[in-house]
């Protein structure tokens, strides 16, 4: 009984710990009044935990701001050298590799383009992590111990088994044991997840979509992926996967898809797929630059614009669907295609998707672009071992 009542402290303490914790790294700066009011914590509670998370160097006092007609108020932050944490996006086009402090300030970076973006070679990229790992860690003067764990976004589904594989089926990969391999190069705790949910919880957490309950973010690059945040979290299907965006029909019988299917939205949208509508040469040495050459042709080009204006109304068509489908408040649009399109193309993929959704719906919500730029995958890969950090509450 007496043991019952000491686990029940214990969680509780722990709870209130967390709640802290969660509420000072989403928001980044807060009063103890703030904290309170944020958590629904007793002052005295938020003023105990403050002094022990303060004690053990996890937050810190970062100034003073005015408050009306009273005293200043002190402002409480996540202490950014107590510990870092990095994220590795593995792209169709490149690898990044990015180490961040605690208040998610980028430290250090590292990228690797693919020589040949149509494999991915797992050697190849493996390698690219090992070395983006120790570069970040070179050029941020940090060693192992001082960081909490990577997180890492990959192209595809992932199986959590009692091993990760990986299923990347136009990625090349075939139940890719991922962590095991990883193992081999780093002892760092190891999270993984699709790179489209890391972009999602970026943006939900820190950029276009913060303060959303039900959104839908959607990642561009050289294929189309998304994630569907429900109720304010990612949504997760049966299998760990959901919302593979980029393999719904939007051209029955239409073109071959890499996923082998017809008439995908990938087979239209994604920056491989536009660069083999347009079948122009190009010298540009990868698909990031190409785009970016489709698309300032199309002011001169009527090619160029077809191609482009094809791409909105695919896309809006597709977006109209998920309108249709899950009621979004805000659909935003990312991924290094993504942000390079919606640029040029923002306002005719709204009105794309406005003629193919309900008028409820569609007005019900806000197409908006990324505001993290294409870095998001790896800020959200980070935010993984974030998230395990701040629910063990900091310990
Ligand atoms: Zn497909």
């Given at each position: ?314 896309l809006g068509a597709g977006i109209g669907t998920l ?16 942000l390079q399109l919606g640029a040029r193309l923002l ?49």
């Open positions: 009984m007496r043991d019952r009542k000491r686990g029940t402290v214990r969680d509780l303490r722990r709870g209130n710990r967390a709640a802290v914790l969660w509420s000072l790294y989403l928001s980044q700066a807060r009063s103890r009044q703030e904290l309170s009011a944020a958590t629904g914590l007793s002052a005295a509670s938020v003023t105990n935990v403050v002094r022990e998370l303060i004690d053990e160097g996890i937050i810190i006092e970062t100034g003073l701001a005015e408050s009306d007609g009273g005293r200043p108020r002190t402002m409480l932050g996540m202490n950014p050298e107590y510990g870092h944490v990095i994220g590795v996006d593995v792209g169709e086009t490149r690898t990044r590799v990015e180490l961040f402090d605690l208040t998610m300030t980028e430290r250090a970076k590292a990228e690797y383009t693919l020589d040949r973006p149509a494999e991915h070679d797992v050697g190849v990229v493996l390698g690219q992590i090992a070395s983006g790992l120790a570069a970040v860690l070179a050029d941020s003067d940090l060693d192992e111990h001082a960081i909490l764990g990577v997180g890492v976004g990959v192209p595809g589904i992932i199986e959590r088994r009692s091993e990760v594989l990986v299923h990347g089926q136009t990625y090349g990969w075939d139940a890719v044991p991922l962590g095991t391999l990883l193992r081999a190069h780093t002892g760092l705790p190891l999270r993984f997840d699709n790179g489209a949910k890391t972009m999602g919880q970026a943006e939900l957490w820190f950029g276009a979509g913060r303060g959303a309950r039900n959104a839908v973010m959607i990642l561009i690059g050289s294929g189309v992926g998304a994630s569907l945040i429900s109720g304010g979290s990612t949504y997760q299907g049966a299998t760990s996967s959901a919302a593979e965006f980029g393999h719904i029909a939007v051209a029955v019988g239409g073109r071959k898809c890499r996923c082998g299917a017809a008439g995908c939205l990938e087979a239209y949208v994604g920056a491989a797929a536009i660069l083999d509508r347009y079948g122009q040469p190009t010298a540009a040495t990868d698909q990031e630059l190409a785009l970016a050459e489709l698309i300032d042709a199309a002011s001169t080009s009527p090619h160029a614009a077809g191609i482009l204006d094809d791409t909105a109304r695919y309108i249709n489908l899950f009621n979004p408040e805000r659909v935003i649009l990312g991924g290094w295609a993504g306002p005719d993929i709204r009105e794309s998707a406005r003629q193919h959704s309900l008028h409820h719906l569609y007005a019900a919500t806000s197409i908006v672009l990324g505001e993290l730029g294409p870095g998001a995958v790896a800020l959200g890969a980070a935010t993984l071992p974030m998230e395990t950090f701040l629910n063990s509450s900091g310990q």
